[in-house]
């Protein structure tokens, strides 16, 4: 369903509401701190070899180019500031407390942390991170990465700690993202084409679970077929209200 969304789902209405509220986030959000979206015009996928160095096949046939992809994104996230849709997510957990109950974003940036969200599931890792290919540590990417780029010495018992095509959610909380999706109110999913299935899958689950799912993205995709309530307007549309 489509059109102007009833009061107790819109911000104000979820700051004055009772609602417990979970968020579930992609792309689109970050698009609006200046990052690629991964499909369509200008996403990282119109090039073949985007979708290729974020596979589990270059991490086996060429992991030195694979890192070094990703460090060059470690170092542009470094730099990027979070858009006013991740503020105004962070200010509605600290505004709702307990009856905010999470992020669970696909997102590696780090955006949503940077803006101050604490509630955070980051279900396809996180480019800040990394993990080691024997014992699975993970540790953080040093600061001085950013200026001076490691070796390949310094690498080559780590991966970046981020979810590969062909790779499964093992490493990840998918099982707390899925848990938090069943407890809400209302789960805002915002900014995913869905074409990667798992945000359909985790409102199908809160909606079954008797959540209100509201879906705010301009443009058609695979969460509208599941969610109660289209949103037809960016991210900063929908947070707009609260632009001082
Ligand atoms: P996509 O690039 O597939 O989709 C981005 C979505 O954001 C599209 O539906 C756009 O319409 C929407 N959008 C664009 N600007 C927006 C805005 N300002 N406000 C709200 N929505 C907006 O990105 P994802 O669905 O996030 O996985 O992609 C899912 C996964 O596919 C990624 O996490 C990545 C990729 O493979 C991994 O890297 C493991």
């Not at 417990?20 to 499909?39: H, N, Q, W, Y």
């Not at 990417?141 to 790779?167: A, K, M, N, Q, Y």
Request: with cysteine; glycine share 8%.
């Amino acid at each position: 369903m489509s059109g102007k969304l009833p009061q107790e789902l819109t911000l104000s209405g979820l700051r004055e509401g009772r609602a417990s509220v979970a968020v579930v986030t992609g792309a689109g959000i970050d698009s609006e701190a200046g990052l690629p979206t991964f499909r369509g015009d200008k996403g990282y996928y119109e090039d073949e070899e985007a979708t290729y160095l974020a596979s589990v096949d270059a991490l086996k046939a060429e992991p030195s180019r694979q890192w070094h992809w990703y460090l060059k994104r470690f170092v542009s996230y470094h730099d990027t500031h979070p858009a006013h849709s991740h503020f105004a997510l962070a200010e509605l957990e600290a505004e709702l407390g307990e009856k905010f109950l999470g992020i669970i974003t696909q997102n590696v940036s780090g955006l949503h942390r940077k803006a101050g969200s604490q509630k955070v599931y980051e279900i396809h890792g996180s480019i800040q991170e990394m993990r080691n290919l024997k014992t699975g540590e993970q540790q953080t990417l040093p600061e001085t990465w950013v200026e001076s780029p490691p070796g390949d010495e310094e690498l080559i018992s780590w991966r970046p700690h981020v979810c590969f095509f062909g790779e499964s959610y093992d490493c990840f909380p998918l099982p707390e993202a899925m848990e938090v999706c069943n407890s809400c109110d209302i789960l805002l999913v915002i900014g995913t084409s869905g074409v990667v299935h798992t945000p359909v899958l985790l409102s199908e689950s809160a909606q079954r679970s008797g959540a209100v799912v509201v879906n705010i993205n301009p443009h058609p995709g695979e969460v509208d077929k599941i969610s109660d309530m289209n949103f037809r307007g960016s991210a900063a549309e929908y947070f707009q209200e609260s632009v001082l």
